[in-house]
């Protein structure tokens, strides 16, 4: 096999995603080491997570100044967000600017999807087929599949009889959904479903929201950039870049180092009121204890079920939407444009499926255990086999021909979420182990990938053919990941997807590290300083 492969597709790295880290590993491992590097792409353009997810209302709930690139000076002047949070098709343009500003195109392979990896131990190379069946083949292997891209449909019965048109969020066609005037079905409120759901209400001649699981949510309080903060940032650049890398959860801001329990009730309330009417994710950094301490984070879960139930006008939908079962932010906690007045529309019924569940989908609509609900459209807001998924339906093995999907039958088992034992130069981007999810993942990006580009020099640079994680350092590691979350109030959500709890027959492991990104960031610096310690390096 090795002599028909061409020797353009023979490389030094294959890097698998065309999201911001697929990118910016491009960047360094070509622009900064000289490596021969391809990307290989499954859609046809950039953006990764953001070319797929178009769906109504899709924004990011990170403040645009926070979810860029700072590697680079000239690229932060260059580029100027117009909202608080932007929508998905301005991502999209910021993440094509990158892609021409830096001079990716040439080196990704689009319309490119990864159908296997092989590791070729007598020859110290990953394999990589393509569904065409064209083989690459390089020393090392990345994968920057992101957190959130493989989609979680669920397995209802009686899907495929549905004579109207079903949609994941995740897959929203391009030409869009016409959704005027139609009966629409939207179940799920998740972050994906809160962000959809006032927006499909306004298209729709009916809108029926299926939920299971109640939801908090924070108002965005989105608005236009002023000028003057489009020039502090570019001012600023260095201290925002600076700020990101200390904070436990890589945002632009800095948690309260107070307790919700250790000031008088009439000052707790005006400090969550306050953070009420500025909106975004800073509401959950009014005090330090919200995620250590149910009684502290009783006193938010409180206050933000009060303000639902004044919102909402009827008092057993409002009842029906603040019967949460969760911590605040014990789940990734979504911001939002008036997804709970979107209750108050006349063309707006909620439907209560933790108690009524869906029993099946027929020709005409969905089939609860308390009634018929006749649809057109019916729009699946369910989220995503997250973290694990995008990797392991890339059938990969590694030495001795160890299928990723065996090795982690019961859960995700990495170093750092970087490595994986068995897998010899083949790192994760934002992996199970690392914070992933639970951090802005563009300044988790940029650490990760310039960790890899560091270690990736050190090898070549010492003629180091192998670097593997090692197992017990891995167990560790997975131990420090579970202790990390054991120390929060995280674990204790039974429906969570950092949990994998989302997707039937996952296993059940805490993915996520919930140590925060600083120390993170700490640890993987003392591990490099160490001679990468925890990582065999063989020569």
């Not at 995603?17 to 590097?37: E, I, N």
């Not at 065996?406 to 068995?422: E, F, K, N, S």
Request: with cysteine; charged share 20%.
């Amino acid at each position: 096999m090795l002599n028909t492969i061409s020797s353009e597709q023979t490389l030094d790295a294959i890097i698998v995603g065309a999201g911001l880290s697929g990118m910016y590993q491009l960047h360094t491992l070509r622009d900064q080491l000289g490596l021969r590097v391809k990307v290989l792409e499954a859609a046809e353009g950039v953006g990764g997570t953001w070319h797929h997810n178009r769906y109504p209302g899709a924004r990011c709930d990170s403040e645009s100044h926070s979810y860029m690139f700072y590697f680079s000076p000239e690229l932060v002047q260059s580029w100027e967000w117009t909202e608080r949070y932007p929508q998905q098709p301005e991502i999209l343009r910021y993440m094509n600017h990158v892609a021409d500003f830096l001079k990716l195109r040439p080196d990704m392979v689009f319309n490119t999807r990864v159908a296997s990896a092989q590791f070729d131990e007598p020859h110290n190379l990953w394999r990589v087929i393509t569904s065409e069946g064209q083989v690459w083949q390089a020393k090392y292997l990345i994968t920057a599949v992101g957190c959130l891209s493989s989609a979680n449909v669920p397995a209802i019965k009686g899907l495929d009889s549905f004579q109207g048109q079903w949609v994941h969020t995740s897959a929203w066609p391009k030409e869009g959904v016409d959704l005027r005037g139609k009966r629409v079905g939207v179940v799920g409120t998740g972050s994906t479903g809160i962000q959809a759901i006032p927006v499909i209400a306004e298209q729709a001649g009916h809108l029926t929201v299926f939920q299971r699981t109640a939801n908090y949510s924070i108002p965005a309080r989105n608005a236009p950039l002023s000028d003057d903060f489009k020039r502090h940032v570019k001012q600023n650049a260095n201290e925002i870049r600076a700020l990101m890398q200390e904070t436990p959860n890589a945002h632009c801001f800095r948690i309260k180092q107070r307790s919700a329990l250790e000031v008088s009730d009439e000052e707790r309330q005006a400090i969550y009121q306050a953070a009420w009417d500025k909106g975004g994710l800073q509401f959950r950094a009014t005090f330090d204890d919200l995620l250590r301490d149910k009684e502290a984070n009783d006193t938010a879960a409180i206050f933000i079920k009060h303000k639902i139930q004044q919102v909402v006008q009827d008092p057993e939908v409002a009842a029906l939407l603040s019967d949460i079962d969760h911590p605040f932010a014990a789940k990734r906690p979504p911001i939002d444009s008036h997804y709970f007045e979107t209750f108050n529309r006349d063309n707006v019924h909620l439907v209560d499926i933790r108690h009524h569940p869906i029993e099946c989908i027929d020709a005409n609509g969905i089939q609860t255990t308390q009634a018929h609900y006749p649809l057109d459209v019916i729009v699946f807001a369910t989220g995503f086999d997250a973290m694990t998924g995008s990797l392991l339906r890339m059938n990969i093995s590694g030495r001795d021909g160890l299928a990723l999907n065996d090795a982690w039958h019961a859960g995700p088992r990495t170093y750092l979420g970087l490595q994986v034992p068995g897998f010899p130069n083949m790192f994760t981007i934002t992996g199970p182990g690392s914070p992933s999810v639970l951090c802005n993942l563009p300044p988790q990006i940029e650490q990760h990938v310039n960790w890899i580009t560091d270690c990736i020099a050190h090898l070549q640079t010492h003629g180091i053919k192998q670097m593997e994680a090692d197992a017990a350092a891995s167990d560790d590691w997975v131990q420090q990941v579970n202790d990390a979350a054991n120390a929060t109030l995280l674990p204790q959500v039974r429906h969570s997807w950092y949990l994998g709890a989302n997707v039937p027959g996952k296993p059940r492991v805490f993915m996520p590290y919930a140590g925060g990104f600083a120390r993170y960031r700490g640890i993987c610096d003392e591990v490099a300083a160490q001679g990468y310690r925890g990582f065999h390096l063989r020569t």
